[in-house]
């Protein structure tokens, strides 16, 4: 785990957002399922490095992005990183029952002059070349937004984790998915899959009203939020 982001996010349940970055040119060729992929090569510590990416994907990661994530994995000439499933955010919808006192209303927002940054890295399994595998047991995991203490004039009020609060993401893989090896005649003899979660430093507001007084009090504070997940899997020679 990730130092300052480490601190901060706990794991629960799901959740997503996506953010649309820079367009990069790249080849096109297609897959053995006949889905379309971008094929990048990219320098990363003076390695060269394959990224297969599936064109719904094409605008999701620049390229300093995309390095990042290889930069955390030992690689060599090569190697081949492939985008399988982005996971983005599903915010809790509020409801409030007109029998209840008090009603929370709450803002969530980026902090100003800050970017998504990566968060958790999981392993989930590796396959050898012209295997195919399932999980014996499904893998899960999730990270929640993280809170620093809150202040304000309502330092003591209840803090009722709903709506935009309440948000969360989840990558799982069942038993029921293959997990296929590189094929049996090509050059790489793993493939490794794995999932990056992503995540954002926000300023939060929560305020809590009486209904039947019309009273108001406010709580905020600063904290992190997971932005989306990643799914992907790595070709080694080794």
């Known amino acids: 785990m990730e130092g300052y982001f480490h601190e901060k996010i706990f794991l629960v349940t799901l959740a997503f957002i996506i ?11 297609a897959l053995e399922n006949d889905s379309e992929i971008y ?10 490095i394959l990224f297969h990416i599936p ?8 390229e300093n992005q995309l390095m990042e994530i290889a930069s955390h994995h030992d690689l060599e000439d090569g190697d081949v990183i492939t985008i399988l499933e982005i996971g983005n955010p599903i915010i809790e919808e509020e409801t409030v ?26 392993f989930i399994t590796s396959v050898a070349r012209g295997m195919t595998i399932r999980l014996t047991r499904a893998f899960s ?3 929640s937004m993280g809170f620093n203490a809150g202040t304000g ?16 993401v989840t990558a799982s893989v069942t038993t029921q998915v ?16 794995r999932v990056r979660f992503f995540g954002e ?7 809590r009203t009486n209904s039947l007084t019309g009273n108001s009090e406010q709580r905020s504070g600063t904290g992190t939020r997971p932005t989306r997940y990643m799914r992907y899997s790595i070709d080694r020679f080794n």
């Open 39 to 48: 094929e990048i090569e990219l320098n990363v510590n003076n390695s060269s």
């Open 19 to 29: 953010l649309i970055v820079s367009h990069f040119p790249q080849n096109i060729y």
């Open 97 to 122: 029952s007109p029998r209840l006192i008090f009603r929370y209303d709450q803002s969530v927002s980026r902090i100003p002059g800050t970017s998504e940054f990566q968060a958790q890295s999981f």
């Open 153 to 168: 004039g309502g330092a003591n009020m209840p803090f009722n984790i709903t709506g935009s609060l309440n948000h969360s």
């Open 55 to 62: 064109t719904e994907f094409s605008e999701e990661f620049t």
């Open 141 to 143: 995991q999730t990270l």
């Open 201 to 207: 430093n926000v300023n939060w507001t929560q305020t």
């Open 178 to 193: 293959d997990l296929v090896g590189p094929p049996e005649n090509g050059p790489h003899n793993t493939r490794e899959f």
